[in-house]
């Protein structure tokens, strides 16, 4: 599965996004860095850090690709090398790998909110059960 990973800048912060493409579509995983990571800085989040965002962006939902478009068998040296100056001048993020890490974040919110709702059930519970322990604690010996 071919993948890629870009760093670039967004709003404050430089942020770097893992596309794998695979068959059915694309998987992305975004990790946020901060300040413009160095050379030193990017080789220590690929020893430390980048198995855990590999395995964050394959547990992550596919995104359909749409359209992919076929490339001619045989293109000009000087064409393609103007195409990858072109391309590595300005690399935006996939419309694909945006997808994606939309359904992720959408996915990981609904999780989220179903836990908190379960734990203010729970919450309900367990206190009403002490309402109603104090209640025969106060009427006991009457």
Known sequence: MPS???VFFEGPFWVGVLEIAGP???RAARHVFGAEPGNAELLEF???DFG???DTALA???AAVEGRARQ???VNPKRLARQAARELATRPLSTAAEEALA?????????NRAAAKRRAAEAALEQRAA???QAKERHRGR
């Open 131 to 133: 309402a109603r322990r």
């Open 60 to 62: 992550a939902p596919e």
């Open 52 to 54: 855990g965002l590999l």
């Open 72 to 74: 001619r068998s045989a």
């Open 103 to 111: 359904r992720a974040h959408e996915e990981s919110g609904r999780l």
């Open 46 to 48: 690929v020893r430390r």
């Open 4 to 6: 890629t990973f870009t």
């Open 24 to 26: 059915r579509g694309v």
